[in-house]
């Protein structure tokens, strides 16, 4: 079959893979908008990175926001770091803002993704202030920032659905593993290449830029390091994939309230038929209560790739799910036991 959809992101291809067996037709109409048409019986979407009839204009705005999404949560009983959004111009009211939370604290952008702009683990005034500064440099004086507590515990990205179909992962901040030979620049590197050479699931190459330059200064750590045997060195705090974080199937492993928590979050934004949460807990195999978790954000539009094929642990297949909401008539016309091998010619 000719690869029409070579230009497409890989979430894109494999939600259209997904139709296809189904018998749904699809044409792209905007490969730089990822917008295609998808058919089936006179059943027609149009999907905009994902995005369909099923997924209300209004809450799809309203999650993108991250301080909204913190105050609808909260007032639903989900637990969230406390915080609050400013405009970073007003230095003077994050500050006072951040001696009233009186611990560590994170300040992000309300409207963002992959991470980009997002400062945590700060403990003094001058951290603050350098993170607002940066935030002014990359995106603007009047940018709209949320400053909340820095929860420290493990990040997971838990996908759930109106029908409690789920997938876990949890996800790592880049890191290399010491040799005893290779420098921290080198094993960085190493690990790239091994990583695109060839690429063979969702890991994206490490991010080197003045950040991880930063957070290695903080820690005491150069470039020029040389890691003992087996040494775990993280390279940033953050743990986007599109950063070259580290992404393990974690589906088979995750507590039942953890789902009950996800459905929950899509209660809480009516109409929501699906959603990827970002979600803090030190032991996502415990049962959990209010004080052991915390939400940062939500993603009406979640990736699809680092499920399909994580680093580490069982592929999970969660387009299969979404276009059993979009396209409920073709429910079904479940894939066969090849596809994913199918899917690497796609």
Known sequence: MQNIYK?????????IFEMLTRGIDVEVIDEKL???????????????????????????????DKGITKHILESKGISVPIGESFNNCNEEYILKAFHIIDSPVT????????GYDVYTDLKTDDDVIEALAKIIKNRGYNTKVLIEEYYAAKEYRVFVTKNRDYAVLHRDPAHVFGNGIDTIEELIKLENYRR??????????????????????KHGLSMNYIPSPGEKVYLRPNSNV???GICEDYTDRVHPSVIDIGMNVLKAFPGLPYVGIDYMTNNIEEEQNEDTYRIIEINTIPGVHMHFRPALGKSQNIAKYMVDLIFPETKEKSEDNGKQKSLKKF
Do not use: W
């Not at 230009?7 to 939600?15: A, C, D, E, T, Y």
């Not at 999907?47 to 705005?61: F, G, Q």
């Open 7 to 15: 230009n497409l992101h890989s979430n894109q291809k494999i939600l």
């Open 34 to 64: 990822e917008l295609i048409k998808a058919s089936f019986n006179g059943h027609e979407e149009l999907i905009y990175d994902r995005d369909s009839s099923i997924m209300p204009y209004n809450v799809s705005v309203l999650a993108g």
């Open 107 to 114: 300040i992000k952008p309300t409207f963002g993704s992959h």
């Open 196 to 217: 695109m050479h060839p690429r063979t699931n969702a890991l994206c190459e490490i991010l080197v830029d003045n950040e991880m330059y930063n957070y290695l200064s």
């Open 242 to 244: 599109a950063m070259g």
